[in-house]
């Protein structure tokens, strides 16, 4: 906060002259001002309460030079301010709140975020799911394949004891590869529905 006037160097010239009548500065008032314009500061400043004590001695003394006349090039001067330094374990304690604040605040905004998502679709735990359906419905269709090919290899085969002709046999092959694919078929259907019963 101000508390002080920078002025310039005339000043107290300026000073000099108006009370260079027989009106003469007190004692004290005359000090307070010698000590202000001496010293190593490069430009001098008077404090304002001084100013106020040499503002009501002009006054009582009826000058006609006011004090705003004598002040005129003046500039206000606020001092810097220097901080108090802080202490390093109060720092290292809000250094700390702050990586604890800005985690919570993290968890908070991450957490509805699973990092197993693919996409929007599902989670890769959802693919491992259709890859085991996908992998099911694979051995399903190889195995009736391979139970439709042995039942007709079967019926041939055994078929050759009874008739001469080849006709004959794959003939019987065929009626009874397809009697065992039906009942694969119908097996299979009642599974299914079971599985989509359950879901």
Do not use: W
């Not at 919570?104 to 491992?128: A, F, K, S």
């Amino acid at each position: 906060m101000a508390h002080s006037l920078r002025v310039s160097d005339g000043f107290l010239q300026q000073l000099d002259l108006v009370l260079k009548d027989d009106h003469s500065l007190p004692m004290d008032l005359h000090a307070e001002l010698k000590s202000c314009f001496t010293g190593t500061k490069p430009t001098p400043t008077i404090p304002f309460t001084l100013l106020r004590k040499l503002h009501i001695f002009l006054e009582t003394k009826g000058f006609p030079v006011y004090l705003h006349e004598l002040l005129e090039g003046a500039e206000i001067f606020t001092p810097e301010v220097k901080l108090p330094e802080r202490n390093p374990q109060l720092v290292a304690r809000l250094d700390k709140i702050k990586a604890k604040m800005a985690n919570e605040e993290y968890r908070r905004i991450t957490r509805n975020v699973n990092c197993q998502q693919i996409n929007r679709y599902g989670t890769i735990g959802d693919v491992g799911k259709q890859v085991r359906s996908a992998k099911a419905v694979v051995v399903t269709i190889f195995n009736f394949l391979v139970t439709v090919v042995a039942a007709f290899a079967c019926a041939y085969l055994g078929s050759q004891y009874l008739f001469t002709e080849p006709a004959a046999c794959v003939l019987s092959g065929l009626i009874v590869a397809s009697v065992v694919g039906l009942a694969e078929l119908y097996v299979l259907v009642r599974t299914m529905e079971g599985e989509l019963g359950e879901m």
